[in-house]
């Protein structure tokens, strides 16, 4: 695995086509320059590389961009923007935790052996639930707010309709 730092000029890619095209041309001059420098065609852009070209939109991407391109033995170039975080592989965490069960486990089972089992348990004396206090007579039971409401709807009368500024000027001059 090798690993390199680019400084990659957008600007003068990106000036070739109209504000509405600018952040896509911008990929596809990082997939270009990449192409150029790597000598791979199979260019992956990390997500964090990508959301600082769409930063402030479409039609402004940055002019230059700082990234590491990390080439693998299969021929795939993962492009990510210069100090970024790195990613740890879903695959790597699931092993790690795997490994980590076991272990505790086996560690957990001698622990559970040396403890002695319980005396038997007694039964617990019941507790008497408390009574419940009747509710007053005068308490309504819930009723939504919104459905009052909907039950008097309020009516709008229909606004006067305005007459043309031409009858009206005839009728200033009368």
Do not use: C
């Amino acid at each position: 695995m090798a690993e390199q730092t680019y400084n990659i000029p957008l600007r003068k890619e990106f000036l070739k086509k109209p504000k509405y095209r600018r952040a896509k041309k911008a990929v596809t001059a990082v997939r270009q320059f990449m192409t150029k420098h790597a000598k791979s065609d199979k260019i992956i852009i990390g997500p964090y590389l990508n959301k600082k070209i769409w930063e402030h939109g479409m039609k402004n991407p940055p002019s230059k961009v700082s990234v590491t391109a990390i080439k693998d033995d299969k021929g795939f170039v993962k492009v990510e923007l210069f100090g970024a975080p790195k990613e740890i592989k879903v695959e790597d965490k699931k092993k790690a935790k795997k490994e980590a069960k076991p272990a505790a486990k086996t560690e957990a089972a001698p622990a559970a052996k040396e403890v002695k089992p319980a005396a038997p348990a007694k039964p617990a004396p019941a507790k008497e639930a408390p009574a419940a206090k009747p509710k007053p007579a005068t308490e309504k039971p819930f009723a939504p707010k919104q459905a009052e409401k909907k039950a008097t709807p309020i009516k709008k009368e229909a606004p006067a309709p305005q007459k043309p500024a031409a009858k009206l000027a005839a009728e200033k001059k009368a």
